[in-house]
T-cell receptor, first 113, second 117 residues
């Protein structure tokens, strides 16, 4: 079945440095790749997304890249700040209604002051 | 826009109790709603997909007789955990598809933390 693998499971970076989280997906029909940030006890919040017709997308300090051939996509956070500390999930879904979101296993990001 | 309200936000109850969780789309019609379960330090795992006016589709390994889902209107889906036991303690999150806003396929509720004593 569909599967999304995410690495690393934990990541600790110095404040101001960059953080990179990588994911791979198995379903070649997937065409929408959202990234979620989840703080403890809260809902997942969409922080950025990318569709399969685009290779890269940037929003201020956050960027996502997609290699559809290799089925890889990555999240890049630059100039990290303490408030970036959270759990991040990548996900993949197909282009249809009632389409399941398949989540990665999550990355716990800690920003060291 | 595209607000999903989930209630209650947390509940503590005795083993054997049945618990109902509501998921409402406040400003859009949700033809499809999804129910997820999240154990501590784990990812969100889809339990079932709920379509208005029809039976829910359950994921493999999820007991449909234990987790009853009703989607009677385009703005409300309910999840009832029947005869809950301590192993059912988890964070339950719903999401709703619809609204057509911001290209988001699903909008998430705030979650319900269920603790069974």
């Amino acid at each position: 079945g569909e599967n999304v693998e995410q690495h690393p499971s934990t990541l600790s970076v110095q404040e101001g440095d960059s953080a990179v989280i990588k994911c791979t997906y198995s379903d070649s029909a997937s065409n929408y790749f959202p990234w979620y940030k989840q703080e403890l006890g809260k809902r997942p919040q969409l922080i950025i997304d990318i569709r399969s017709n685009v290779g890269e997308k940037k929003d201020q300090r956050i960027a996502v890249t997609l290699n559809k051939t290799a089925k890889h996509f990555s999240l890049h956070i630059t100039e990290t700040q303490p408030e970036d500390s959270a759990v991040y999930f990548c996900a993949a879904t197909r282009p249809s209604s009632a389409s399941k979101i398949i989540f990665g296993s999550g990355t716990r990001l800690s920003i060291r002051p | 826009g595209a607000v999903v309200s989930q209630h209650p936000s947390w509940v503590i109850c005795k083993s054997g109790t049945s618990v109902k969780i509501e998921c409402r789309s406040l400003d859009f019609q949700a033809t499809t709603m999804f129910w997820y379960r999240q154990f501590p330090k784990q990812s969100l795992m889809l339990m079932a997909t709920s379509n208005e006016g029809s039976k829910a589709t359950y994921e493999q390994g999820v007991e449909k007789d234990k987790f009853l889902i009703n989607h009677a209107s385009l703005t409300l889906s309910t999840l009832t955990v029947t005869s809950a036991h301590p192993e059912d303690s988890s964070f339950y999150i719903c999401s709703a598809e619809g609204g057509g806003l911001l290209n988001q396929p699903q909008h998430f509720g705030d979650g319900t933390r269920l603790s069974i004593l």
